[in-house]
């Protein structure tokens, strides 16, 4: 049966669709256009200048080390279900810095993102609405993090501040297509350690 999954993959390679199998992640290279990369980058600094925090001074990235930028999730959450205030807010913070008035749809921008989305999920079929799935242009954005605080043992250690579970806020079931596959789309390249999100290989599965 996994055999048989695997032959389907059309975007993931053989040894990439295993790794999925085996281990429970993937990372897949070049799945966003680099020009749609740096656009989405672009307009995430417009806010972050606006609040004072400047690409280029990384004493003010303290200002805020962690925060969210483009509209917020429950903003977008009431817009879809017909909130015309939330709508109009949505629009409007878009718009202030530069994004358009909706995400691009995956299918139109990304098409590599969406074919080993589908791939590791099993094919096309088993996706509800792959059409209608957008590039995520909001981002959370992690800027700094107090060294300090990570102790002897640094940041692998499980006791430093930081580590949890996505999806932890509320109930999953077998069935639940909330969160069926996580993902962490990284827009800029980054250096060893240098502040990408960090996965505990060993908690996945």
Not at 8 to 27: M, N, P, Q, Y
Not at 76 to 97: F, N, P, V, W
Not at 100 to 123: F, I, N
């Amino acid at each position: 049966m996994v055999d048989q999954a695997i032959t389907k993959c059309k975007t993931l390679s053989e040894s990439d669709a295993r790794h999925f199998v085996a281990h429970g992640w993937i990372v897949v290279k070049e799945a966003v256009p680099k020009q749609k990369a740096e656009d989405i980058v672009a307009c995430a600094w417009r806010e972050l200048e606006e609040r004072g925090i400047k690409k280029g001074d990384p004493e003010t990235w303290k200002k805020e080390p962690y925060i969210r930028t483009g509209c917020p999730p429950n903003v977008s959450i009431m817009a879809s279900r017909g909130d015309k205030e939330a709508a109009k807010q949505k629009l409007e913070t878009r718009t202030r810095y530069g994004l358009p008035p909706e995400s691009p749809l995956l299918q139109d921008v990304a098409p590599r993102a969406l074919g080993a989305q589908v791939d590791c999920v099993g094919g096309r079929e088993r996706v509800a609405a792959p059409e209608q799935i957008a590039l995520p242009d909001s981002l959370a954005v992690n800027l700094c993090s107090d060294d300090s605080k990570l102790g002897e043992e640094g940041w692998r250690s499980t006791r430093a501040p930081g580590w949890h579970k996505d999806g932890w806020h509320y109930r999953h079931f077998l069935d639940s297509p909330q969160q069926g596959l996580l993902l962490a789309y990284i827009y800029s390249d980054l250096s060893p350690e240098s502040g990408g999100t960090q996965m505990c290989v060993d908690s996945v599965g």
